[in-house]
């Protein structure tokens, strides 16, 4: 059983340019979660998905992000117009249920850098 | 909303001996406490946890306690050993998401 995979590893970008980061749950596992940490920091929660459907999106700067989980496919991590401060691992985690209930397992993260 | 405090920020131990981890949370609402040991380059990895009904868990080397009148939390780790080196988070969970501590870089010394 595969755990969480994310792609690509690192991801360099130019500033104004798009990112988007993927990331496939485990098996079995419709929630999808993602956390920001910048270095030596911890994580930051950004959002929390289900199949289709947006649950909580309170930690997601308003403008330039956005998430995605479609009923086929991985969840997309979207940063338009990238600026240097976006440079951070992003990680993506899974459960089964809700966190309140179920633990959440981390993909290996995906190390962008804005230029 | 939930705030997650954790210290020691660094910690070195000598190989062989215990390193403790501690932790408070702010938010009564929360019943699940998660530890994560997070290696280089790598994500998050879950190393034990403990629900609100519980006072204490342990697996093998590894012990957790929780206080939930005080809102404290730590890690025990007993007879460490370097691979026990790297950063290890607590966190709490008042709802659908993890709030995580800062973290603890935990530096086994020969």
């Known amino acids: 059983n595969a755990g969480v995979m994310q792609n690509p590893r690192h991801l360099v970008r130019r500033r104004g340019q798009e990112a988007r980061l993927r990331c496939s749950p485990m098996?079995?596992?419709?929630?999808v979660y993602w956390y920001r940490q910048l270095p030596e920091e911890g994580l930051k929660f950004m959002v929390y998905l289900q199949k289709e459907n947006i649950i909580d999106e309170s930690g997601m700067p308003k403008e330039r992000f956005s998430a995605e989980f479609p009923k086929e496919g991985p969840s997309i991590l979207r940063i338009q117009q990238v600026v240097r401060g976006d440079s951070a691992a992003y990680f993506c985690?899974?459960?089964?249920?809700?966190?309140?209930?179920?633990?959440?397992?981390f993909g290996p993260g995906t190390r962008l850098l804005v230029l | 909303g939930e705030n997650v405090e954790q210290h020691p920020s660094t910690l070195s131990v000598q190989e062989g001996d215990s390193a403790v981890i501690k932790c408070t949370y702010s938010?009564?609402?929360?019943?699940?406490f998660p530890w994560y040991k997070q290696e280089l380059g790598k994500g998050p990895q879950l190393i034990i946890d403990?629900?609100?009904?519980?006072g204490e868990k342990k697996d093998q080397r590894i012990a957790v306690t929780l206080n939930k009148t005080a809102k404290h939390f730590s890690l025990h780790i007993t007879e460490t050993q370097p691979e026990d080196s790297a950063v290890y988070f607590c966190?709490?969970?008042?709802?659908?998401?993890?709030?995580f501590g800062k973290g603890t870089r935990l530096h086994i010394l020969p």
């Open positions: 098996k079995g596992h419709s929630h």
């Open positions: 938010d009564s609402a929360s019943n699940y």
């Open positions: 403990i629900r609100s009904n519980v």
């Open positions: 966190a709490a969970t008042p709802g659908d998401k993890i709030i």
């Open positions: 985690a899974s459960s089964p249920t809700t966190a309140a209930q179920e633990t959440q397992y």
